[in-house]
T-cell receptor, first 116, second 112 residues
Framework: EAEVAQSPRYKITEKSQAVAFWCDPI?????LYWYRQILGQGPELLVQ????????DSQLPKDRFSAERLKGVDSTLKIQPAELGDSAMYLC??????????????FGPGTRLLVL | TQLLEQSPQFLSIQEGENLTVYCNSS?????LQWYRQEPGEGPVLLVT?????EVKKLKRLTFQFGDARKDSSLHITAAQPGDTGLYLC????????????FGKGTSLLVTP
């Protein structure tokens, strides 16, 4: 069964350092989402791509976060510089197409980030 | 932002007991989804409810969507340790490109 792949699974870094997370969606899925999940909370959307274009990045802290999906397939989320409050699980999800109430989003296993 | 409130936040029960968790909002949603998330993993979709008043069953799990499409419930019959996890409800954000608004979840622990 096809799955969303994410790496690394765990990342420990010091504040002010740069970190990057990678996501490979299910083959053929045009829409890709990055969510952040703080411990004890539900996931919150950071950025949504439709193919290589950003659909929504209104909740992305653009002073330190950046995301790209250059060829419309895999995606990278970067934080520079990392802050203590960035410690969280970063989840990637993909769906076949954007739009439509019945589109299922498939989530990867996440990258758990700890900033010291 | 369309907020989803989930209750209870935590629930610890013994194997064989029944339980119900709730998801409420002041906003109308075109659909609601329920996910289960195990520690260290991503959420996995359990069900999508679309029609007001709709009831869906998935083995021992029963999902209901409120008539006004503002609330939903998940009832588990005869809970098993394998049901342990974080149960999240999520609604489609009509202000975005169909990204999901999640509640904070109900953390369920079922002990043998």
């Amino acid at each position: 069964e096809a799955e969303v792949a994410q790496s690394p699974r765990y990342k420990i870094t010091e504040k002010s350092q740069a970190v990057a997370f990678w996501c490979d969606p299910i083959s053929g899925h045009a829409t890709l989402y990055w969510y952040r999940q703080i411990l004890g909370q539900g996931p919150e959307l950071l950025v949504q791509f439709q193919d290589e274009s950003v659909v929504d990045d209104s909740q992305l802290p653009k002073d330190r976060f950046s995301a790209e999906r250059l060829k419309g397939v895999d995606s990278t989320l970067k934080i520079q510089p990392a802050e203590l409050g960035d410690s969280a699980m970063y989840l990637c999800a993909s769906s076949l197409v954007g739009g439509g109430v019945l589109q299922t989003q498939y989530f990867g296993p996440g990258t758990r980030l700890l900033v010291l | 932002t369309q907020l989803l409130e989930q209750s209870p936040q935590f629930l610890s029960i013994q194997e064989g007991e029944n339980l119900t968790v709730y998801c409420n909002s002041s906003s109308v949603f075109s659909s609601l989804q329920w996910y289960r998330q195990e520690p260290g993993e991503g959420p996995v979709l359990l069900v999508t409810v679309v029609t007001g008043g709709e009831v869906k069953k998935l083995k021992r799990l029963t999902f209901q969507f409120g008539d006004a499409r503002k609330d939903s419930s998940l009832h588990i019959t005869a809970a098993q340790p394998g049901d342990t996890g974080l149960y999240l409800c999520a609604g489609l954000n009509s202000n975005s490109g169909y990204a999901l608004n999640f509640g904070k979840g109900t953390s369920l622990l079922v002990t043998p």
